[in-house]
């Protein structure tokens, strides 16, 4: 059984992971955005999806904001 110290050294590192899911998802949106998504996107313009939804942007900022949890608890504990 692990030590109390050890116990709490993990379930820090275990919330500081949930706190950088969302930065590093919307962070991955903006770069994708910037620098665009390659090759992936030629296929899909060829297949005529045409969907204002599809692609990786609007998918990394659903995962943004699916991972946003952590974050709005962080900023309700604040008096």
């Not at 296929?43 to 709005?72: N, R």
Request: with cysteine; glycine share 12%; charged share 10%.
């Amino acid at each position: 059984m692990p030590s109390p110290a050890r116990r709490d050294a993990a379930l820090g590192a275990a919330d500081c992971l949930c706190l950088a899911a969302a930065p590093a998802f919307a962070l991955m949106a903006l770069l994708t955005a910037v620098l665009g998504d390659g090759g992936t996107h030629a296929l899909c313009a060829a297949a005529g999806s045409g969907s204002p939804l599809g692609g990786m942007v609007p998918m990394y900022l659903l995962m943004s904001a699916v991972h946003s949890a952590p974050w709005l608890r962080l900023i309700g504990r604040r008096p």
